[in-house]
């Protein structure tokens, strides 16, 4: 009964598809949106930014609480979250692309409506990552739906990538070219925020009618943990804290040059027509390795894959601010970067279950943990400040909103920015990862002992309904 059909991991795995191709939108266009398109000045820009993954402080740790604590409900726990998030959610995000037809409180707009979707869209993605613990309990099934999961995830940062780029790459975002005098440039950007919220609704609506949540096995041994309680729980688990460090570190280097490329290619490279086509190239590079990453770790172990996998774009890092601006090798750079991608975004999901059964092995009476694991580790991967930093840099280098070049200071700073930084952080990560201490023989021993437990409880439950059963008839 545990078992899952094709279909179901499938359903299951499309809920993941709208956090991937929103983020990949925001990550790569907003800021740029922000200040060719909004012609907002680079520090309130910058401002707006931080604000929302500030905000992400606030409403990611709480939501996850909040989901934790959650009674179950007819249609599940978890579903009723992702069912009433939507909407707001897919309403907000539509509102971050439109540019309003005021000038006074157009900061104010863009803030207010980029922290409101960063909240809507936790209410569906922390619940979302904790699904996999609630629609089987056979380990192997969950990992199986994991894989369906990451793979549906990748395919939708390369959708996301893909709709916004080549919607928004058929105008030029500089307003002194002629085709952006009557306003092209934003209109295509309300066409490509449209599209995406009929597929974040769409994949809403197969993930609700095509999954259903299991009710969890009802141990009491004891009672849920407080939100303080959980955190200095978590805090005090070893594989944990070095895990989410050290991904902390790495996923903040990509974060990083997630942010800054479009306008690294644009000003500091030059290509301002073929931006949108060398991001899809690295999406695209990034969905075709996955596999090759997935076979990678299960040969050689996942510390391995993540050493190989995340230092692989550091000398790509290097060449592409080291030689003379040529279009043909930025193609060849953004596949070869596309690999390095794709590990840093498989491995943290790929580890963070092994984590999740190593707490279960050593605090095998403690219960309801699984939200306030997962919400955290999304908490602070996603939760950076990187682009405070180019607010920060651009006060000096005289960045000019909405100009077609920019000062060669720009440029210097750009490559900063995408280079050297994303490298020390990746260095330091990498470090950090060194003292993780699951490994295989570790990660086997934990899935034996908790079937162990699985079986037990099983055993305990059928005997537990045999007795009231014989006491009902007596």
Avoid at 250 to 274: C, P, Q, V, W
Wanted: hydrophobic share 45%; proline share 5%; charged share 15%.
């Amino acid at each position: 009964k545990n078992r899952l059909s094709v279909w179901n991991k499938l359903f299951y795995a499309f809920g993941g598809a709208p956090y991937q191709i929103t983020g990949s939108a925001l990550g790569f266009f907003l800021q740029i949106y922000l200040l060719d398109v909004a012609q907002l000045d680079p520090s309130y820009a910058s401002l707006i930014l931080f604000v929302g993954r500030a905000w992400d402080a606030v409403t990611d740790p709480t939501v996850g609480f909040l989901v934790s604590r959650s009674k179950w409900t007819r249609i599940g726990r978890m579903m009723p979250w992702i069912l009433f998030s939507t909407p707001f959610a897919v309403l907000t995000y539509f509102l971050i692309w439109y540019v309003p037809p005021f000038e006074e409180g157009k900061v104010l707009w863009y803030l207010v409506f980029y922290c409101l979707f960063q909240s809507m869209q936790t209410c569906f993605h922390v619940p979302y990552s904790a699904l996999t613990m609630f629609i089987t309990s056979d380990q192997k099934e969950r990992d199986s739906a994991t894989a369906y999961r990451m793979m549906v995830e990748v395919m939708g940062t390369v959708l996301g990538t893909a709709i916004q780029g080549q919607i928004v790459g058929g105008v030029s975002s500089c307003p002194t070219e002629p085709d952006t005098a009557d306003g092209s440039n934003k209109r295509a950007y309300v066409v490509a925020s449209g599209v995406i919220c009929i597929i974040y609704i769409l994949c809403a609506a197969i993930l609700f009618y095509g999954v259903k949540e299991q009710k969890d096995n009802g141990r009491k041994e004891s009672d849920p943990l407080t939100f303080r309680q959980g955190l200095l729980v978590l805090v005090s688990h070893g594989p944990y804290v070095k895990l989410v460090v050290g991904f902390l570190f790495t996923s903040l280097a990509f974060m990083l040059l997630e942010g800054n490329f479009a306008l690294f290619i644009t000003y500091a490279l030059g290509h301002r027509k073929d931006f949108q086509n060398i991001l899809l190239v690295i999406m695209l590079s990034g969905t075709l390795t996955i596999p090759w990453w997935q076979w990678f770790l299960t040969q050689f172990g996942k510390k391995k894959a993540t050493y190989y996998g995340v230092s692989w774009a550091v000398p790509f890092m290097i060449l592409i601010v080291s030689i003379e601006s040529n279009l043909i090798l930025s193609y060849l750079v953004s596949v070869a970067a596309g690999v390095s991608v794709a590990a840093a975004f498989l491995m943290p999901w790929s580890m963070l279950p092994d984590v999740v059964d190593d707490f279960k092995v050593q605090n095998p009476k403690i219960h309801g943990h699984e939200v306030l694991i997962h919400n955290s580790c999304i908490f602070l991967i996603r939760t950076h400040f990187s682009p405070r930093l180019f607010a920060f840099f651009c006060r000096f280098a005289g960045y000019v909103t909405g100009d077609c070049s920019q000062p060669e200071a720009v440029s210097l700073t750009l490559k900063v920015l995408v280079s050297p930084v994303p490298i020390v952080l990746i260095i330091m990560g990498l470090l950090v990862l060194r003292t993780y201490p699951i490994d295989e023989e570790r990660r086997k021993r934990n899935r034996k002992l908790l079937q162990e437990m699985i079986d037990s409880e099983s055993e305990t439950s059928s005997e537990s309904e045999s007795s009231d059963l014989g006491s009902s008839r007596i």
